[in-house]
C-alpha cells in the first residue's frame, strides 16, 4: 500500500468519514438508509464517547477507512468496543481492514480484549474472524422494540 499513512482519527475527519460511511453503508450487502447527517451524527457520537480511539487510512489525501471505538472498563480489565468500522468499496479485500485493526491494537495499550457487533454469517462476520476475533461464547445480543417503532 504505497503512500499509505494510519493516524489516529481527529474530528477534522468527521465530514469526510460521514460521507464514506454513507457511500459504504448504504450499498450492498448492507444496504442500509444513511444520509450523511445521521452519519455525522452517529461517528460524532462515538468521537465523545469517554475513552474513545479511533484510526483513519489514507492514501495520499483519500481517505480510505478507519476504525472508532472507546475502552470500557469491565471487572476483567480494560475492553475496547469497535463502534464503526468502515473501508471504501473499491479499497475492500487489499488488506485496508486489516491495517486498520492492527493500527488499534497497538494504540490500545493494557486493553485486554476487543468486542463488536456484526450480523452473522455476512462479509464482515467472515473479515473478523480472519482477524482473530471469534463469536462470544455467553453474550449474546437482545432487543426490545419500543412502542410505535417498526424498524429492528
Not at 74 to 95: A, I, K, N, P
Not at 124 to 131: M, R, T
Request: hydrophobic share 40%; charged share 20%.
Amino acid at each position: 500500500m504505497a503512500d499509505t499513512t494510519i493516524d489516529d482519527f481527529t474530528p477534522s475527519l468527521l465530514d469526510t468519514a460521514a460521507t464514506l460511511f454513507v457511500v459504504v453503508f448504504n450499498a450492498p450487502p448492507w444496504s442500509e438508509r444513511w444520509t450523511e447527517a445521521l452519519a455525522r451524527n452517529r461517528l460524532n457520537d462515538v468521537l465523545a464517547t469517554p475513552g474513545f480511539a479511533g484510526v483513519a487510512l489514507h492514501q495520499g489525501n483519500d481517505l480510505c477507512g478507519f476504525a472508532l471505538g472507546h475502552i470500557e472498563q469491565w471487572s476483567t480489565g480494560r475492553h475496547f468496543h469497535l463502534q464503526e468500522m468502515c473501508v471504501r468499496t473499491d479499497r475492500q479485500r487489499s488488506g485496508i481492514g486489516t491495517a486498520l485493526i492492527n493500527a488499534l491494537e497497538v494504540r490500545l495499550s493494557g486493553v485486554e480484549q476487543l468486542y463488536l457487533l456484526t450480523a452473522r454469517e455476512g462479509p464482515a462476520h467472515w473479515f473478523y474472524e480472519h482477524c482473530g476475533f471469534r463469536p462470544a461464547r455467553r453474550q449474546g445480543v437482545m432487543l426490545k422494540r419500543l412502542l410505535g417503532t417498526t424498524q429492528e
